[in-house]
């Protein structure tokens, strides 16, 4: 991934004049941003590792895999958030860790955690360096130093069953690697989040990520059928059998820990065969409120679509759902609606079927399948946009939550009004768009894409907004975050999350996993 953007430079997205005229007209947005600096013109704090301390650590890894240069330190200072972004902008000295390592597997793992918890070093496990929630912050607190973990090593296939339909994969492997390994031996994990093409196994596990298949096949941690974690006390080793009634579940301790417990190394997950064909079509509503009933009409009819997801009126009509022509006049007007199904040729046409009639039962018009591919098509590119908006002087992030059926529009209502004032105080109109993409029996999640002029401070301006839509989350009964983590940004919310009593739990886990306190701090616990 490019250091100071989201991913591949060769696949950058350049602005379209719709999207130019969108942001003069509708945003105000004049000019460019300040000119970007190249990577060697970035100032990063020295390292503060001792001679003693970088050879104590290389020894365990090898010299080759102990990176203290300053490019190897700027690549694994921080995710891709608006926020990371930004601060890559800076000329202002800015912090990274002070080493890379590269371990090979649980041994050197195991005793990278026992020379930093004797020397007092905080570690930060990395994966594909895809959060947007601060999750990757080389946060210091009161160590003298710390390093990046990063686990692109640990990238084999281990086991697979094939009559069980298991797979066993280290942690560093990739979305795309996943897939190819799989393939190989006829099977699909069927994960796609929009991070899919640099994210890694144990990312997605440490951060209960959510893939765009997920009505079909589930989020990732509905897939872990297993998973093994060094911890500065010793291996976890989590999953014996498809179910248990041997106590809580441990798995959930981890699933969702984002590296403070210990360091995933394997994850057990449930795949499937190649589905046979896929099937897909798209569908128009008159506005959000009868989508969403009809989204939900379906999911709790169970008639089995793999992706099913709802654009509001404002995403709908800057088509922003198709990516392909983002920014230009939208021909479909009302709420555009996604679905795909994936399977056998019966089987994902009798489901189709089951779900087309659903859909026109409750309001929904027929467009075929041609915006749906183009969905398929366009799917990871939005993250490009984004940079070219914050070149252009635009300043643009997204955000999620979830909440019950019953509160779904309410809840958009008070989120979308957080975002629009906050950013009207910095002297900005704000164009919100919304998004629910993962339905339950019992509710949905909503993703929203913000874009405003920047305006003084883009940094300060979009933590402001940010607040403003994390409270009202808070307030109008919806979680803090339905996929994205916690991070540094959401872990203010936290103690309204899970209450006190839920914060001293998590304190009591890390205080015997971790008892030096060194892995991720700053992270998750408040």
Not at 25 to 33: E, I, K, N, P, S
Not at 98 to 127: K, T, Y
Not at 375 to 403: M, N, Q, V
Request: negative net charge; glycine residues 12%.
């Amino acid at each position: 991934m490019k250091w100071n953007a989201w991913g591949d430079p060769a696949a950058a997205k350049p602005l379209s004049e719709g999207i130019r005229t969108l942001l003069v007209q509708a945003l105000g947005v004049q000019g460019g941003a300040e000119s970007e600096p190249e990577a060697d013109q970035v100032r990063l704090r020295p390292s503060a590792l001792s001679d003693a301390d970088r050879t104590a650590l290389a020894s365990v890894v090898g010299k080759e895999h102990c990176i203290s240069d300053d490019h190897g330190r700027l690549l694994r200072a921080g995710g891709k958030s608006t926020l990371d972004l930004l601060r890559r902008r800076n000329s202002g000295v800015q912090d990274a860790p002070d080493a890379v390592l590269l371990p090979a597997g649980e041994d050197e793992i195991a005793q990278i955690l026992e020379q930093c918890a004797q020397r007092s070093i905080a570690v930060v496990p990395f994966g594909g360096g895809t959060s947007v929630v601060g999750g990757l912050d080389p946060l210091r607190e009161d160590f003298k130093a710390v390093v990046s973990l990063d686990l692109q090593r640990l990238d084999a296939l281990h086991a697979i069953d094939e009559v069980s339909g298991e797979a066993e994969l280290g942690a560093g492997v990739t979305g795309p690697d996943a897939e190819n390994l799989l393939a190989a031996h006829g099977f699909s994990l069927g994960h796609f989040p929009q991070s899919f093409q640099f994210a890694t196994m144990g990312g997605f596990a440490a951060t209960r990520s959510s893939g765009q298949n997920s009505a079909g096949y589930g989020r990732f941690d509905d897939m872990v059928r297993g998973v093994r974690v060094v911890t500065p006390a010793g291996v976890l080793d989590l999953g014996r059998a498809p179910a248990s009634a041997a106590g809580p579940d441990l798995r959930q301790l981890i699933l969702g820990s984002e590296g403070v417990f210990g360091v995933i190394t394997r994850v057990r997950l449930r795949i499937h065969p190649i589905p046979e064909t896929t099937r897909y079509e798209a569908w128009s509503f008159p506005d959000f409120a009868t989508g969403a009933a009809a989204l939900r009409t379906v999911v709790q009819t169970g008639t089995g679509p793999t992706v099913i997801r709802l654009s509001d009126e404002a995403e709908t009509g800057v088509n922003l759902a198709t990516t392909e022509t983002i920014g230009e006049q939208s021909t479909t007007g009302g709420c555009l609606a996604i679905t795909a199904f994936e399977g056998a040729p019966a089987h994902a046409e009798s489901r189709h079927a089951e779900t087309r009639a659903v859909l026109e039962e409750c309001g929904g018009t027929s467009l075929g399948e041609g915006p749906a591919k183009a969905w398929e098509h366009g799917r990871f590119g939005a993250p490009y946009l984004r940079d070219s908006l914050l070149a252009a002087g635009a300043l643009c992030e997204t955000l999620e939550t979830a909440t019950n059926w019953s509160n779904l529009v309410t809840l958009k209502a008070a989120v979308t009004g957080a975002l629009t004032d906050a950013l009207a105080e910095t002297g900005t109109p704000a164009l919100v768009l919304c998004h629910i993409s993962h339905v339950y029996p019992t509710g949905a999640s909503l993703y929203f894409t913000v874009v405003a002029g920047q305006r003084g401070n883009p940094s300060e301006q979009w933590r402001k907004a940010k607040t403003a839509a994390s409270d009202a989350m808070v307030r109008h009964g919806g979680t803090i975050t339905h996929h994205h983590a916690v991070g540094a940004d959401h872990r203010p919310w936290m103690r309204e999350e899970i209450g006190d009593l839920g914060v001293e739990v998590l304190r009591a886990v890390k205080a015997v996993l971790d008892p030096a306190g060194i892995l991720n701090p700053g992270k998750l616990i408040p």
